[in-house]
């Protein structure tokens, strides 16, 4: 089956610093997704690309999807204590076919952010 | 609040017991999906409905989980004869057909003793 490959698995950074992650893939996606998730608590949707090569942005959050279809990165500018928590990237093929509705997620980044 | 809501939010259950768990979907969404995540790991797709249909199983979705959506809104996952490798954080999410944005719920955790 599809498997998402992320990285790096943690980040340790410190305040006001920029970060970068990224999400390959072995298939084509039709579909980008980022969620943040915290602690004890659900995944919350940052950003969703829905075109090969779109750069979407959201604050200071930044993404983008990949031309090849096979990849997308995540990039938080100035970053801030509350940044903290683990960052999915999720993919989804395209509704209407076989599994296209379900989410393939990564396996995530760890964030902290150091004041 | 508007968002998918999930009860309960934690279970502690005896291996063997039946739990079952509810999900509300945001109201004008007609897909609703069930996920299972564990610690260390990102959430795996279990099965989704549109509106009262169960459209899609994992293989993830043993005989002793039931997934129902009776009147295409809330839903409620079943697991029964549960076993300690279920321990888990079970997610719900919801959207609408024709975009792929799905919100999630806050999730309910369970733990088998």
């Known amino acids: 089956g599809q498997q998402l490959n992320q990285s790096p698995q943690s980040m340790f950074i410190q305040e006001g610093e920029d970060v970068s992650m990224n999400c390959t893939s072995s298939s084509i996606f039709n579909t980008w997704l980022w969620y943040k998730q915290d602690p004890g608590e659900g995944p919350v949707l940052l950003i969703a690309?829905?075109?090969?090569?779109e750069l979407t942005s959201n604050g200071r959050l930044t993404a983008q999807f990949g031309i090849t279809r096979k990849d997308s990165f995540l990039n938080i500018s100035a970053s801030i204590p509350s940044d903290v928590g683990i960052y999915f990237c999720a993919g989804q093929l395209r509704e209407g076919e076989t599994s296209g509705s379900r989410l393939t997620f990564g396996e995530g980044t760890q964030l902290t952010v150091n004041p | 609040d508007t968002g998918v809501s999930q009860n309960p939010r934690h279970k502690i259950t005896k291996r063997g017991q039946n739990v079952t768990f509810r999900c509300d979907p945001i109201?004008?969404?007609?897909?609703l999906y069930w996920y299972r995540q564990t610690l260390g790991q990102g959430p795996e797709f279990l099965t989704y409905f549109q509106n009262e249909a169960q459209l899609e199983k994992s293989r993830l979705l043993s005989d002793r989980f039931s997934a129902e959506r009776p009147k295409g809104s809330f839903s409620t996952l079943e697991i029964q004869r549960t076993e300690q490798g279920d321990s888990a954080m079970y997610l719900c999410a919801s959207s609408f057909t024709g975009l792929g944005t799905q919100y999630f719920g806050p999730g309910t955790r369970l733990t088998v003793l």
């Open positions: 109201s004008e969404h007609n897909r």
């Open positions: 690309l829905y075109k090969a090569g």
